[in-house]
């Protein structure tokens, strides 16, 4: 089993930036796609970024690219989303979740999820 935990939410103008981690425990996460999702009020959970286990390949919605970065540290088994420049639209609870291939968007394709982290942009 692994567990995942994400920090670093919070309240931040727009225009500002967050750095959100996700840390697993229970197994190492190191060969596992790692995804981030988020979910506004009312609104379905959409996907926002995937890596690859090597951190070699990354996929962003076209909604966060170039504002958005995805990264992982396999030793610290932790995969960061460093977001930049935000908007009143990012606010939701954002999720990380791992596959165990590099499952880029898809849900239904993601084994694990933690338990998410509230982001709110005040414009």
């Known amino acids: 089993q692994v567990q995942l935990v994400e920090s670093g939410g919070g309240l931040v103008q727009a225009g500002g930036s967050l750095r959100l981690s996700c840390a697993a425990s229970?197994?190492?996460?190191?060969?596992?796609?790692m995804g981030w999702f988020r979910q506004a009020p009312g609104k379905e959970r959409e996907f926002v970024a995937a890596?690859?286990?090597?951190?070699?390949?990354?996929y962003y919605a076209d909604s966060v690219k170039g504002r958005f970065t995805i990264s992982r540290v396999n030793a610290k088994n932790t995969v960061y989303l460093q977001m930049n420049n935000l908007k009143p639209e990012d606010t939701a609870v954002y999720y990380c979740?791992?596959?165990?291939?590099?499952?880029?968007?898809?849900?239904?394709?993601?084994?694990?999820w933690g338990q998410g982290t509230q982001v709110t942009v005040s414009s």
């Open positions: 979740a791992a596959a165990p291939f590099y499952a880029i968007a898809r849900t239904n394709d993601y084994d694990y």
């Open positions: 229970g197994r190492t996460v190191s060969s596992y796609g």
């Open positions: 890596i690859n286990w090597s951190g070699s390949r990354t």
